[in-house]
């Protein structure tokens, strides 16, 4: 178990290109959660994924954002025509779903700078 | 809605001193609390966990927190601050159905030598 890995660390692009970045869950967990993180503020939820299926979006995530959990396993997020507002920090986390109260396992994000 | 306020944006304390990080909650129901600690260019790290169990609460590196209902409180604690504590804290509430996580707004804590 390595824990929640991201890809990149960082990225740099220019205003209007598409980004996509990856997410590796614990391997056993079936819940996967998306947060942005901008700064001096707290992550704030983007959408979740159990298994394969994504239940939730937030309101926070316009037409141009797309995440996708494949065969339940890793997940993408991808942003299209890229706005210097979607500068932030990307957070991934992953859970094993239970009765009450699972503990979400961070990874250590991917930082978007869009010029 | 469920909600968390955490009511200092910046705490300094100096090497040995208690520490204190307060936070108040807002939930319909019994909610789920958390804290997470996030050093720099490091990633959300959990130190603690409320889920009705017990109202103190004890953690990693020698933080507690105590659920208080008749306060909507859930403040973080540690009797001796230490350098490797400076970093920033987040007090969380889920959401019973989702799992999602509301993060507030932060408190950077600050160890003075």
């Known amino acids: 178990d390595t824990g929640v890995s991201q890809d990149p660390r960082h990225k740099i692009t220019k205003r209007g290109q598409n980004v996509t970045f990856r997410c590796d869950p614990i391997?056993?967990?079936?819940?996967l959660y998306w947060y942005r993180q901008t700064l001096g503020q707290g992550p704030e939820f983007l959408t979740y994924?159990?298994?394969?299926?994504?239940?939730?979006k937030s309101r926070l995530l316009s037409d141009r954002f797309s995440a996708e959990r494949p065969k339940g396993s890793f997940s993408t997020l991808e942003i299209q025509r890229t706005e210097q507002g979607d500068s932030a920090m990307y957070l991934c986390?992953?859970?094993?779903?239970?009765?009450?109260?699972?503990?979400?396992?961070f990874g250590p994000g991917t930082r978007l700078l869009v010029l | 809605a469920q909600s968390v306020t955490q009511l200092d944006s910046h705490v300094s304390v100096s090497e040995g001193t208690p520490v204190l990080l307060r936070c108040n909650y807002s939930?319909?129901?019994?909610?789920?609390l958390f804290w997470y600690v996030q050093h720099p260019n490091k990633g959300l790290q959990l130190l603690l966990k409320?889920?009705?169990?017990a109202t103190l609460v004890k953690g990693i590196n020698g933080f507690e927190a105590e659920f208080k209902k008749s306060e909507t409180s859930f403040h973080l604690t540690k009797p001796s601050a230490h350098m490797s504590d400076a970093a920033e804290y987040f007090c969380?509430?889920?959401?019973w159905g989702t799992g999602k996580l509301i993060f507030g707004q932060g408190t950077t804590l600050q160890v003075k030598p």
């Open positions: 986390a992953s859970s094993l779903a239970t009765a009450r109260a699972e503990t979400q396992y």
């Open positions: 391997s056993e967990h079936n819940r």
């Open positions: 994924f159990q298994n394969e299926a994504q239940l939730e």
């Open positions: 939930s319909s129901y019994s909610p789920s």
């Open positions: 409320y889920t009705s169990a």
């Open positions: 969380v509430v889920s959401d």
